[in-house]
């Protein structure tokens, strides 16, 4: 069985990051790129809120040069997803998917989180032109036009408040008949004048031509005063929750209700368990931006070399 120093399981900002790190300390890390090489920005267009950057860069060609960068600097990028873990004993084990196991000294966890999207085929067919699932990184493109975002807990509610500070209008398509958020957010939002909430509606498809041009709606789904209309807007915002990669941990390593992991302390990365560590979306159900994503990827190798410096 191979033995490495450092295994980092996930790609995106935060495991290409952590590579790069540990790759100048020497740890010769391997990463395991998983499923979506790359992570959550390969599907994106344009990202102009990455430092570095003043005229914006596209998503797949800003972690194309992360994967270049963690390479040129020795890291061993591997394809393949991690399958099974046992982190009974150390050194720890990990399996991929096509049966290969890895044992490591340190282990970095960088699996990230996906989107909860509503499952129609045409959020797919507008990715990129009028669909995003993360309203801070796309909203700058809808200015003083008219978005819609879909959710009734407090993360949509937040999205649609933030819209609302850039677009003309924004709708809240909400499938109950009243909103899951506090009071507080509740209040904010049902009070904005930019912010009309609609009620007991779902969504049964997109439309437009060459990008998105509107929504298919129903109100009351169902009911004998089912309407079903259609919405005109620019942009569509998924805000439904994210489902972060952390099942095949979930034996070793604490995570919330959802399945977020739950860093030991304050650093943000240190687990309960000695030289594991966690960066990166799957650890943070509050801010999941690329910087600080590879800002965690920063601190969790930081975090592998001082522990086997220790050793």
């Not at 506090?182 to 009070?191: F, I, W």
């Not at 001082?306 to 050793?311: A, E, P």
């Amino acid at each position: 069985m191979e033995r490495v120093k450092c295994l980092i399981i996930g790609s995106g900002p935060a495991g290409y990051t952590a590579a790069i790190y540990a790759a100048r300390a020497n740890l010769v890390p391997v990463v395991i790129e998983g499923v979506q090489p790359g992570g959550q920005l390969t599907q994106t267009t344009v990202i102009e809120n990455f430092p570095g950057f003043p005229n914006g860069i596209s998503g797949p060609e800003l972690m194309e040069n992360m994967r270049l960068q963690a390479q040129n600097v020795g890291a061993d990028i591997r394809s393949g997803v991690a399958v099974a873990v046992d982190f009974d004993a150390q050194p720890y084990v990990v399996t991929l998917d096509d049966g290969t196991d890895i044992s490591a000294d340190t282990i970095i966890v960088a699996t990230g989180a996906a989107a909860k999207y509503l499952g129609l085929s045409d959020e797919t067919k507008y990715a990129g032109m009028g669909v995003s699932a993360c309203a801070t990184c796309d909203g700058f493109f809808y200015r003083k036009k008219v978005v819609a975002v879909v959710g009734g807990g407090d993360t949509a509610c937040e999205e649609a408040n933030y819209l609302a500070s850039l677009a003309s209008k924004v709708y809240l398509i909400v499938r109950k008949p009243f909103l899951r958020a506090s009071k507080a957010m509740q209040e904010r939002t049902l009070n904005n004048p930019k912010i009309e909430v609609l009620f007991e509606h779902n969504t049964l498809g997109l439309y437009g031509e060459n990008r998105l041009e509107g929504i298919h709606l129903v109100k009351r789904m169902g009911e004998p005063d089912e309407t079903r209309y259609d919405l005109p807007v620019n942009g569509f915002f998924l805000a439904i929750g994210h489902n972060p990669n952390s099942e095949i941990f979930k034996k070793y390593l604490a995570t919330d209700e959802t399945g977020y992991f739950i860093p030991r302390d304050e650093s943000g990365v240190r687990t309960l368990l000695p030289g594991v560590f966690v960066a990166g979306d799957v650890a943070d159900p509050h801010y999941r931006q690329a910087i600080t994503a590879a800002a965690s990827g920063c601190k969790a190798a930081l975090e592998a070399e001082r522990y086997l410096s220790s050793k």
